[in-house]
């Protein structure tokens, strides 16, 4: 396969995963690199040997050499980024969350043409064990599904030593706290496992801000969530439940479950090494019965990878990268639906 041009715009935490990945996955060629530190582009491009490197985006984006960007920023400016890059002919990786609300997201579908645009949501499900998961799901192994389950819930720990991205918790800049920061990935892990076949139709939802005692844990401009509950029924009389939180007084407690009528699956938020994936399952004789589904090394560094191998082979090959703009849509429009729910107090219909 031609290896795609790739340029990568925004260079701090998560743009530097970006960037290793693209050096260390096949089918990229890392054309240029952009942030609005330029001396942090430079130095990035020194340190892997990347050819050029930009103050900003958009000059990034008149280079005829690069073909496809990765856009590596806080959620606040990155519409306006992808549909500039969509104007000047670039495929387009979002990171998570795709965008600030649906109405962005539907921007970005009219913009895109017959360019490939892929999510970062979908980091979860190029573990080894993803598609294990999806095939018991998908073949009906656990029956019908009844419920999509996900309790994340992370304890404060000592106040940090150093300050904390002052976008993460501000509506702003970022649409939200927490749910905009991890939901993504769960509703995206989930849905994905069943194949995108569930339409969610009605929300009921609350969420928190930090705990008081614990407030100067965080920026001082800080608004937003770090604690969201939902409860989603959907259109076929199934169940999507969310509990997603941080900074809280609670022990740790990471697992996503799919749980259908006659089997339930139980995933790792956080996969280790080596990992084991259960299966519950019914039978007449022995009633509810525990074995082992998968086990292995779930290869933790394909969450960084994946997405940039997929997104190059998607263009390459003309087919649908693994999580599509389509599909981030359904995701940002639940996530909409919670914020509007969490805000009124009261049950919200999923357009």
Same mark, same amino acid.
């Given at each position: 396969?031609?290896?795609?041009?790739?340029?990568?715009?925004?260079?701090?935490?998560?743009?530097?995963?970006?960037?290793?990945?693209?050096?260390?996955?096949?089918?990229?060629?890392?054309?240029?690199?952009?942030?609005?530190?330029?001396?942090?582009?430079?130095?990035?491009?020194?340190?892997?040997?990347?050819?050029?490197?930009?103050?900003?985006?958009?000059?990034?984006?008149?280079?005829?050499?690069?073909?496809?960007?990765?856009?590596?920023?806080? @959620?606040?400016?990155?519409?306006?980024?992808?549909?500039?890059?969509?104007?000047?002919?670039?495929?387009?990786?979002?990171?998570?969350?795709?965008?600030?609300?649906?109405?962005?997201?539907?921007?970005?579908?009219?913009?895109?043409?017959?360019?490939?645009?892929?999510?970062?949501?979908?980091?979860?499900?190029?573990?080894?064990?993803?598609?294990?998961?999806?095939?018991?799901?998908?073949?009906?192994?656990?029956?019908?599904?009844?419920?999509?389950?996900?309790?994340?819930?992370?304890?404060?720990?000592?106040?940090?030593?150093?300050?904390?991205?002052?976008?993460?918790?501000?509506?702003?800049?970022?649409?939200?706290?927490?749910?905009?920061?991890?939901?993504?990935?769960?509703?995206?892990?989930?849905?994905?496992?069943?194949?995108?076949?569930?339409?969610?139709? @009605?929300?009921?939802?609350?969420?928190?801000?930090?705990?008081?005692?614990?407030?100067?844990?965080?920026?001082?401009?800080?608004?937003?969530?770090?604690?969201?509950?939902?409860?989603?029924?959907?259109?076929?009389?199934?169940?999507?439940?969310?509990?997603?939180?941080?900074?809280?007084?609670?022990?740790?407690?990471?697992?996503?479950?799919?749980?259908?009528?006659?089997?339930?699956?139980?995933?790792?938020?956080?996969?280790?090494?080596?990992?084991?994936?259960?299966?519950?399952?019914?039978?007449?004789?022995?009633?509810?019965?525990?074995?082992?589904?998968?086990?292995?090394?779930?290869?933790?560094?394909?969450?960084?990878?994946?997405?940039?191998?997929?997104?190059?082979?998607?263009?390459?090959?003309?087919?649908?990268?693994?999580? @599509?703009?389509?599909?981030?849509?359904?995701?940002?429009?639940?996530?909409?639906?919670?914020?509007?729910?969490?805000?009124?107090?009261?049950?919200?219909?999923?357009?």
């Amino acid at each position: 396969m031609k290896p795609v041009r790739l340029g990568v715009i925004g260079c701090g935490a998560i743009g530097s995963y970006h960037i290793r990945g693209a050096l260390d996955g096949p089918g990229i060629d890392l054309a240029a690199v952009a942030d609005l530190n330029k001396g942090l582009a430079e130095t990035k491009a020194r340190e892997f040997g990347i050819p050029k490197a930009y103050g900003n985006g958009s000059e990034l984006l008149t280079d005829g050499g690069v073909e496809a960007v990765v856009l590596a920023m806080p @959620t606040g400016v990155r519409t306006a980024l992808a549909l500039e890059a969509l104007a000047n002919g670039k495929h387009v990786l979002l990171e998570k969350p795709v965008a600030m609300n649906a109405g962005e997201v539907e921007q970005m579908i009219a913009a895109r043409t017959d360019l490939t645009v892929a999510c970062c949501s979908a980091r979860y499900r190029f573990t080894r064990y993803a598609s294990v998961v999806r095939e018991a799901v998908t073949s009906g192994r656990i029956g019908p599904i009844r419920m999509l389950r996900m309790k994340c819930n992370n304890p404060a720990g000592p106040p940090p030593d150093s300050p904390r991205p002052p976008w993460r918790l501000k509506r702003s800049a970022n649409g939200g706290g927490i749910l905009m920061n991890w939901g993504p990935y769960d509703l995206d892990t989930l849905l994905g496992a069943a194949d995108w076949q569930l339409q969610p139709k @009605t929300v009921l939802a609350q969420a928190w801000p930090i705990a008081p005692v614990i407030q100067s844990h965080i920026p001082p401009e800080s608004d937003a969530e770090t604690h969201a509950a939902a409860f989603i029924l959907c259109a076929g009389g199934e169940i999507i439940n969310i509990d997603r939180g941080e900074y809280m007084a609670y022990r740790s407690l990471n697992e996503w479950e799919i749980v259908g009528t006659n089997g339930s699956i139980r995933m790792p938020v956080f996969p280790g090494n080596p990992e084991t994936i259960f299966l519950d399952e019914l039978s007449e004789e022995a009633g509810m019965q525990t074995t082992v589904l998968w086990e292995g090394d779930p290869d933790r560094d394909v969450i960084h990878y994946g997405v940039l191998s997929d997104f190059a082979e998607a263009i390459r090959n003309r087919r649908a990268p693994m999580t @599509t703009l389509d599909q981030a849509l359904i995701v940002q429009k639940i996530t909409d639906a919670i914020y509007e729910s969490a805000r009124i107090g009261g049950p919200v219909d999923i357009p």
